[in-house]
């Protein structure tokens, strides 16, 4: 009997937006995605740090370490995508989301600003989160694929 490798694709588990800043995000459906801008309805949008992503392996990690259970949006993550190697994920590198291509621009948080926010006392973002900007619109749901993809890729009109 052969044995057949279990493929694993990378997807968004949720999707997050929170219409106050240091506040947990919901989770919600779907979200528009917009080019310049962020998720349209949260907080964070045409910020800096349009889009945070966290992997949803970290927080899994955390809640076994813990013993606590961490709901979508709890660490105030955009996106929750499950899949991803986390070595591969650069600043400078693209991911189709959905419809919306999200560039890297940074992991992180730079540890000499202060990060009040947390949730029951624990924060993944300064160290685990993935920044992005919005390079293609398009929206984003649960459950939604998420592969790499390369900036040369696409239309003319749609990179900056």
């Given at each position: 009997?052969?044995?057949?490798?279990?493929?694993?694709?990378?997807?968004?588990?949720?999707?997050?937006?929170?219409?106050?800043?240091g506040k947990r995000k919901e989770a919600v459906m779907t979200g528009f995605?917009?080019?310049?801008?962020?998720?349209?309805?949260?907080?964070?949008?045409?910020?800096?740090?349009?889009?945070?992503?966290?992997?949803?392996?970290?927080?899994?990690?955390?809640?076994?370490?813990?013993g606590f259970s961490f709901p979508a949006g709890a660490f105030a993550e955009?996106?929750?995508?499950?899949?991803?190697?986390?070595?591969?994920?650069?600043?400078?590198?693209?991911?189709?989301?959905?419809?919306?291509?999200?560039?890297?621009?940074?992991?992180?948080?730079?540890?000499?600003?202060?990060?009040?926010?947390?949730?029951?006392?624990?924060?993944?973002?300064?160290?685990?989160?993935?920044?992005?900007?919005?390079?293609?619109?398009?929206?984003?749901?649960?459950g939604d694929e998420v592969e790499w993809a390369h900036p040369d890729a696409?239309?003319?009109?749609?990179?900056?």
């Amino acid at each position: 009997m052969v044995k057949k490798e279990r493929i694993l694709r990378a997807r968004v588990v949720a999707v997050c937006r929170g219409v106050e800043k240091g506040k947990r995000k919901e989770a919600v459906m779907t979200g528009f995605f917009q080019r310049g801008m962020g998720l349209v309805g949260d907080a964070h949008t045409g910020t800096d740090k349009e889009i945070s992503l966290l992997l949803n392996e970290r927080v899994e990690e955390l809640a076994e370490k813990t013993g606590f259970s961490f709901p979508a949006g709890a660490f105030a993550e955009n996106l929750l995508v499950e899949g991803l190697k986390w070595a591969e994920c650069t600043p400078g590198k693209c991911l189709k989301a959905g419809e919306a291509v999200l560039q890297i621009t940074q992991i992180g948080k730079d540890p000499a600003i202060p990060h009040s926010y947390n949730y029951c006392g624990f924060s993944l973002v300064p160290r685990f989160g993935i920044f992005a900007r919005v390079i293609q619109s398009g929206v984003v749901k649960t459950g939604d694929e998420v592969e790499w993809a390369h900036p040369d890729a696409l239309p003319e009109e749609k990179k900056d």
